[in-house]
């Protein structure tokens, strides 16, 4: 009987103590240490989250781009983001003042800067000081778009994209090109087969899905989380250009096999035609542009650009199209103002309206305004002598951006499906007699307008 209640009495002074144990460590944990870091912030300025893997690779980065004079700026979505947001604490901060990472220690697997390649220099030396830093780094490189041309095809390869690792965090730089018509450009992030799939995740990759062009930033430094860095100076315009930036080339290598199947008119007045049919169209880029109305490519223009990457010297007039929710109440007058003198106005804001400008040298601006319906998209048209109309069916598209004439224009991304609704299967073979109202195997009887309206749906001048 002394035995088992001395078996017991060990027993009780064990759990006792081991009660008392868990009872220390979770006062030290909860209490003490707690105390403690309250104590040494007060004392020795504690900077709380610089420790975060994301925060040293983002400040190891700037470090190697700094001082190897290689010119980044930060396009992170999500950092610009937060920035915007707290931009005035942002502008508030100077270097070296900050006790808490709040943005570079937000958690995720990257983070992007960007690196206009013109003002490089000694890139191959950062890439090999990157790896004594302890970055894991491959560079993708591609052919160089902006040497295609009819007469020839790219042969020299452009670096594209660099990806750096740390530890656990990836920085992504983006390599910004300049193209012709003043805006940069990134390439496709196209992984060839010595590279590892498994480096980074690049799903998660917001550039380098596809090609895309933006607007020249102006850019402005600021510190944010103790860094100095560059970022642009409209963070959020920024951002917004990133869902819509997406590139697609002219087709040089098709245009020079249409070129040899059907000989380019290079006579004087074909020439004449396209000079002028340039400036009326970027005369038009510009007065759209400053409206703020976007616009793309349309009809034979678009055509021109998909099939031959260049004007058709027959086509004798610009064809434009602009969804009609973008449509302005100025925009009559900002043409003319322009220069453009208005040539007819038919249809009306509501249905079928299209407005038609006169440039020099007798070549025509035409804008067709589109409507949207459940499963498709549509323009009109009307016959001035009958008052008949006419509806022009398209599958739904989206925008992309390209280049044509040294411009930098959108066209329809699904622009197979909008010319061959337009122009039929048929398409790549030259047409220069066209009815608008029988040729396109897209078009259809719209009704008529009412004799009472015919003041107000046909205005010629």
């Known amino acids: 009987m002394s035995r088992i209640n001395k078996n017991v009495v060990l027993a ?14 979770y006062y030290y944990k909860h209490y003490l240490s707690a105390k403690n870091a309250a104590g040494l912030s007060k004392s020795k300025g504690s900077r709380i989250g610089f420790d975060s893997i994301q925060w040293r690779a983002v400040k190891k980065f700037i470090m190697l781009t700094s001082n190897q004079n290689v010119p980044v700026f930060l396009i992170d979505p999500l950092m610009l983001e937060l920035i915007d947001k707290n931009f005035e604490q942002v502008k508030n901060t100077s270097y070296g003042s900050t006790s808490e990472c709040k943005f570079f220690c937000v958690p995720r697997d990257f983070t992007t800067f960007a690196l206009q390649y013109h003002l490089r220099k000694n890139e191959e030396g950062w890439f090999r000081i990157a790896e004594n830093m302890g970055f894991q780094c491959i560079k993708i490189e591609s052919k160089d778009p902006r040497l295609d041309g009819i007469d020839s095809l790219s042969g020299t390869e452009i670096p594209l994209h660099y990806i750096c690792k740390l530890a656990t965090h990836a920085i992504h730089l983006v390599v910004f090109h300049e193209r012709s018509g003043n805006y940069l450009w990134h ?14 995740p690049f799903r998660k990759l917001r550039f380098g899905r596809y090609p895309g062009a933006f607007d020249r930033p102006e850019l402005q430094q600021v510190t944010v989380d103790g860094l100095e860095v560059l970022i642009p100076k409209d963070p959020m315009h920024f951002v917004e250009e990133i869902p819509h930036s997406r590139f697609i080339e002219c087709r040089y290598k098709e245009a020079r096999a249409f070129f ?10 074909a020439m004449a035609f396209r000079k002028s049919a340039k400036e009326l169209l970027q005369l038009a880029a510009k007065t759209l542009n400053k409206l703020g109305v976007p616009f793309w490519l349309s009809s ?8 031959q990457c260049n004007i058709i010297p027959y086509s004798k007039d610009v064809d434009l ?3 009609i929710q973008d449509y302005k109440s100025d925009i009559i007058l900002a043409f003319q103002d322009a220069g453009l003198p208005l040539k007819h106005k038919f249809g009306k804001v509501e249905d079928s309206l299209e407005l038609s400008f006169q440039g020099k040298d007798d070549v025509k601006l035409d804008i067709f305004f589109f409507y949207e319906e459940t499963d498709h998209m549509w323009n009109g048209g009307t016959q001035a002598k009958t008052g008949k109309k006419f509806k022009y069916l398209f599958p739904k598209f989206t925008l992309c951006w390209t280049e044509f004439v040294d411009m930098k224009v959108h ?3 699904e622009t197979l499906e909008y010319i061959e609704a ?14 608008w109202k029988r040729s396109p195997p897209n078009v259809q009887p719209n009704g008529i307008w009412p004799i009472s309206e015919w003041d107000e749906v046909i205005q010629l001048y």
Do not use: M
């Open 12 to 25: 009780l002074l064990i759990l006792t103590s081991s009660a008392f144990l868990l009872f220390q460590l």
């Open 187 to 200: 390439g496709h992030l196209r992984l060839k087969e010595h590279l590892d799939r498994k480096f980074v």
């Open 260 to 269: 040899q199947q059907y000989l380019d008119d290079n006579t004087v007045e």
């Open 300 to 307: 034979g223009t678009c055509l021109g650009w998909y099939r």
């Open 321 to 323: 199209g602009i969804f």
């Open 411 to 413: 066209v329809p991304c």
């Open 422 to 435: 337009n122009y039929g299967k048929t398409w790549k073979i030259p047409v220069k007699t066209w009815d």
